[in-house]
């Protein structure tokens, strides 16, 4: 019985359980995904014009970015308190938007029902960061696979919510606002106290290895299965029946992973935890024999160095400049040189926010992810508005599919990155330019509007703009440090709600609106509904409702161009780093 109550304890205190729990409010956390399917349900009951509507798409987008808050009361509040304020949030925000769509309480103003969206769609920022802060602390040798397969299922967390909808097969469409508003509250609350630092540190095992490949297989898995049931929903005509085991087979993969800490507690035998911290270096053997003065010395090697050393192979390059650091250290001892104090860090060590803000490097990251996740989140916003102007009447399947993409596109970014770096020692940023030139070509696909069209655009935009959350981070952690992430990090997000604002809150609402007036004129359609004698009376405008490519060709060609200018500055950036990335990790090729 001791042994069992000990195993229990295991259990419950197993940094792979911490991290599964993590996965399931991720894969309902990314709510923002579904508003393409919650967005004409709105436009319809509260009769908005497309305008109105992309306002209430970038209230949604400020609701995702806008983590500061958030980040705050993490480090004040126990994770589990800050999971529990966004779970309020989510419920309270959406829940009386669905009140107000389904005429149980009065119509707000528009701005009033931004603050709506912004706050039930703030409370993922929760989510995100307790599960984020958790699994760092529990990983710290393995941050870059747990960030990508975390915001991975917060990417995927689309399909699966709509998976559910059609599952439950609701007769009214505005029931998806009421699921969104109560299911991940639901989840949340329920696994909000296993959401915690645990001392993941001591915990490390030669079998994380192949743990993490089991969740990847598992993340493809899912992947292609969800992609799969889909289509076959939206081809064919699928019985209720075989609808609720397609969802059930989700719902089994969903809870497969758990099978690690339940094996790692109990099958294995239990390890000497002592051993198995060694396998992380202690902060005392890191700042071991580390001075301020060698500090302040490779600095000045980085100074002083000739500009052809950085063109040297590797083990030369790391042997000419360590010569040039012992004679620099020598001369300093004997008063030969003087060593210039810095005055700010280097790309590579910690900086603060005020310090990023000063450098170039940080503002082209942050224009590029403006200009290139910006565009990707104008699709996701209007894309059910885009696919029903090409005659699609089912929207929810594009909606599924690019969060399905997108998934794909968090988790392959950063593996496809990590390979770029560790095995070639290139800068990062390569990887983003290129998932903004295939954004390109997709904008491209949605301007003309072909046969088929949607679902190529779906999936190039899905893949570039998911590989946006998976290359940004990390690269910024690589040149900013990681002692100030948390700031750097909701800094670079403020780019993807800016670029909402501009892109779909001004360009695409602009121009669709204005097709579709046009359409209205040709075709003699009065923007009044009428029908009966008293309809002058109860007059009410009728959304204007733009068809076919044209409604969306002058935003994608528009989108497709800056995404062009996007990769430009990616480029730019790679040129500037490969210094950087040199020194980082080809070292660790020698």
Not at 249 to 271: G, H, N, R
Not at 494 to 504: K, Q, T, Y
Not at 543 to 564: A, D, Q
């Amino acid at each position: 019985m001791g042994k069992l109550k000990e195993r229990i304890q295991a259990f419950v205190n197993n940094r792979w359980l911490v991290f599964v729990a993590a996965i399931w409010i991720q894969s309902c956390a990314g709510i923002g995904y579904v508003f393409g399917s919650l967005s004409p349900v709105i436009k319809r009951s509260l009769n908005y014009n497309q305008r109105q509507l992309s306002k209430l798409g970038v209230a949604k987008d400020l609701g995702d970015s806008v983590g500061f808050l958030a980040g705050s009361l993490s480090e004040i509040l126990p994770l589990w308190g800050a999971l529990l304020v966004g779970a309020l949030q989510n419920l309270i925000g959406y829940g009386w938007v669905w009140l107000i769509v389904t005429g149980r309480a009065p119509v707000l103003p528009l701005w009033a029902m931004c603050i709506l969206i912004f706050v039930g769609n703030n409370g993922e920022t929760y989510f995100n960061t307790a599960a984020l802060v958790s699994c760092v602390q529990n990983f710290p040798k393995s941050r870059g696979p747990v960030v990508g397969i975390l915001k991975g299922f917060a990417g995927l967390s689309g399909a699966i919510l709509t998976q559910i909808y059609t599952m439950i097969n609701f007769p009214d469409q505005a029931a998806l606002i009421f699921m969104v508003a109560v299911g991940p509250a639901m989840v949340v609350v329920a696994l909000m106290f296993i959401i915690r630092p645990v001392g993941g540190h001591r915990q490390v095992r030669p079998s994380d290895g192949l743990s993490f490949t089991f969740i990847y297989s598992v993340c493809l898995l899912l992947a292609a299965y969800l992609m799969g049931v889909m289509l076959l929903e939206d081809l064919l005509d699928v019985s209720h029946t075989l609808i609720i085991i397609f969802t059930v087979i989700l719902f089994l993969l969903l809870v497969v992973p758990v099978v690690i800490p339940v094996k790692l507690s109990f099958s294995d035998e239990p390890k000497d935890l002592a051993v198995e911290e060694v396998l992380l270096p202690k902060p005392e053997q890191q700042e071991a024999g580390k001075s301020e003065q060698d500090e302040v010395i490779f600095s000045e090697v980085e100074d002083e160095k000739p500009k052809e050393v950085d063109l040297l192979p590797a083990s030369e390059r790391h042997k000419r400049i360590a010569q040039l650091q012992a004679k620099l250290c020598q001369a300093a001892a004997e008063g030969a040189v003087r060593v210039k104090r810095r005055r700010g860090p280097h790309r590579g060590e910690d900086f603060t926010l005020m310090q990023a803000l000063i450098k170039a490097d940080l503002w082209l990251i942050f224009f590029s992810l403006l200009l290139g996740s910006g565009s990707g989140l104008t699709v996701i916003d209007n894309l059910g508005q885009m696919s029903q102007s090409l005659g699609y009447d089912n929207t929810h399947i594009f909606v599924s599919m690019i969060s399905i993409w997108n998934f794909l596109g968090r988790v392959g970014g950063g593996y496809f990155s990590e390979i770029i770096v560790r095995d070639y020692a290139y800068p990062r940023p390569i990887a983003m330019a290129v998932s903004q030139l295939v954004m390109a070509v997709g904008h491209v696909f949605f301007a003309m509007g072909w046969p088929g069209a949607m679902y190529i655009g779906t999936l190039l935009i899905g893949l570039g703009y998911g590989a946006h959350w998976a290359i940004v981070p990390a690269a910024a952690s690589e040149l900013f440090g990681l002692k100030k992430f948390g700031a750097l990090y909701n800094f670079l997000t403020l780019a993807n709600p800016a670029g909402s604002l501009i892109f779909s809150g001004v360009i695409a609402s602009s121009i669709y609106d204005r097709e579709a007036e046009k359409q209205a004129h040709q075709h003699h359609i009065p923007p009044q509904i009428s029908g009966s004698i008293f309809s002058g009376m109860f007059a009410v405008d009728e959304p204007l409702k733009c068809e076919g490519s044209i409604c969306f060709f002058l935003t994608s060609m528009i989108m497709s161009g800056f995404c062009i200018i996007a990769g430009v500055l990616s480029l730019i950036l790679v040129y500037r780093t490969k210094t950087v990335y040199a020194n980082i990790y080809g070292k660790s090729r020698t």
